[in-house]
Each structure stands twice: as structure tokens, then as C-alpha cells.
């Protein structure tokens, strides 16, 4: 249940102004193996990178995540929602931002890593079509905890496209996203 009730998101690029922000939202995601600023100033310098952040309408940047598009591939690096803002639709409504990057760049396959123990994220990435495909051994050098490799079939398939439509349909119900 989230501790702040959202109606309404705005999702924009980030940009380097918004660095100091995200990495906070990373502490409390990730603790001590957060990324660091230099590593999303590196990103917003980075061609083949695509980040987004999540703002309220008073303004307060709420969440992000990042992709790179390589190819006709799409590898989100880190998503996040800062905790009282959790269970609103935001990570879904960046999620939504990043396919609907990926169809206009001709991207059709997104992959990414998660660990195993991870079912928030691991439900968001299932509810959005994405598979486990197998599993890096110890890829989390903190915990020596595995990642689960998660991959969507072709996003421009009917029935993800169909799938994609429905879960879409019900989002805007939920939030207005602008
Ligand atoms: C994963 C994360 C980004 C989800 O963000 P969120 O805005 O809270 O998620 P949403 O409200 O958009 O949830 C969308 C769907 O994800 C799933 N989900 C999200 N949180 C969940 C939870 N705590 N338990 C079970 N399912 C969950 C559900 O399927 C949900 O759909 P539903 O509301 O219809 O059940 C957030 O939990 C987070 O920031 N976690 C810490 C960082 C992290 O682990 N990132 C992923 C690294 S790979």
C-alpha cells in the first residue's frame, strides 16, 4: 500500500539537473550499491541511453528508469520508485514510456536482470510480458545473490501488442499520465 496516494505523473527525459534527486531515490533502493552521480552523468551523455523520471504534479521526482537501445534490443539498466510513493502505477507508467520508446525506435526485444528475490519488480516486469530465461549464477557480487535473465518476445507480435493494449487501457484508469 503506498504511503502517498498519486493521481496524476508527469514523465519526462532526465536530465542533469535531475542527478541529484535519482540518486537519492537510489540509496533507498539499492543502499550501499547504488549507482553513483557520475554514473548517470555518464548516461545522459550516453547515445544509445534512454532515462526517464516520474514527477508530480507539485513537482516532486517520485521515480526513473533507463534503457539502452542497442540494435533491436532494449535493456532497461534501473528502475525505481521512492518508497512512499510505491503501489501508485508509477513504475508502470515509466514502463509504458520505455515500450512506446521501443516501438518508435524499432526495438523489438527488451531484456534485463533482476534478482531472484526481487517480487515486486519480477511481478511488474511478468505483468508487462517479460519471461525469465534463465539465471546468472552470483551475478550480485554484494550478496552473491543470482539474476534472473527476463526477456519480452517481439514487442510488435499481436498477442504482446494485445496484452500490452489491455494493460494499458487499465493504467489510464488508474493514472493520468502527461
Ligand atoms: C519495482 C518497482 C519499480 C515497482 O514500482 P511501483 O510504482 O511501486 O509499481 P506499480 O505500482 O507500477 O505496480 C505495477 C505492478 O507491479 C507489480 N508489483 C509492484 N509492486 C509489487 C509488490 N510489492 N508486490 C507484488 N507485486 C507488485 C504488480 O503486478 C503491480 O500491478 P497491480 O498493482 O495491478 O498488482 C518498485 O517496487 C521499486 O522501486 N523497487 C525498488 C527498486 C527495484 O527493485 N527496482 C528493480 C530493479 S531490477
Not at 81 to 101: C, P, Q, S, T
Not at 135 to 150: C, H, S, W
Amino acid at each position: 500500500m503506498s504511503l502517498v496516494k498519486v493521481s496524476e505523473i508527469f514523465i519526462r527525459p532526465m536530465t542533469r539537473d535531475d542527478v541529484d534527486k535519482v540518486v537519492e531515490i537510489e540509496k533507498e533502493a539499492y543502499g550501499p550499491h547504488h549507482w553513483a552521480k557520475s554514473s548517470f552523468y555518464d548516461e545522459m551523455s550516453n547515445n544509445l541511453a534512454k532515462y526517464y523520471i516520474a514527477k508530480t504534479p507539485e513537482g516532486e521526482l517520485v521515480g526513473y528508469a533507463g534503457t539502452w537501445h542497442i540494435i533491436d534490443e532494449g535493456h532497461i539498466t534501473t528502475i525505481a520508485v521512492k518508497k512512499a510513493y510505491m503501489r501508485n502505477h508509477i513504475g508502470e507508467a515509466i514502463i509504458h514510456k520505455i515500450l512506446e520508446d521501443c516501438y518508435s525506435d524499432g526495438v523489438k526485444y527488451l531484456t534485463l536482470e533482476v534478482r531472484v528475490s526481487n517480487i515486486p519488480a519480477i511481478k511488474l516486469y511478468e505483468k508487462y510480458g517479460f519471461q525469465s530465461l534463465g539465471t546468472r549464477k552470483g551475478y550480485y557480487q554484494d550478496n552473491n545473490e543470482d539474476a534472473l535473465i527476463m526477456w519480452t518476445e517481439n514487442i510488435f507480435y499481436d498477442k504482446f501488442k494485445q496484452k500490452y493494449k489491455e494493460n494499458i487501457e487499465n493504467l489510464n484508469k488508474l493514472i493520468s499520465i502527461k
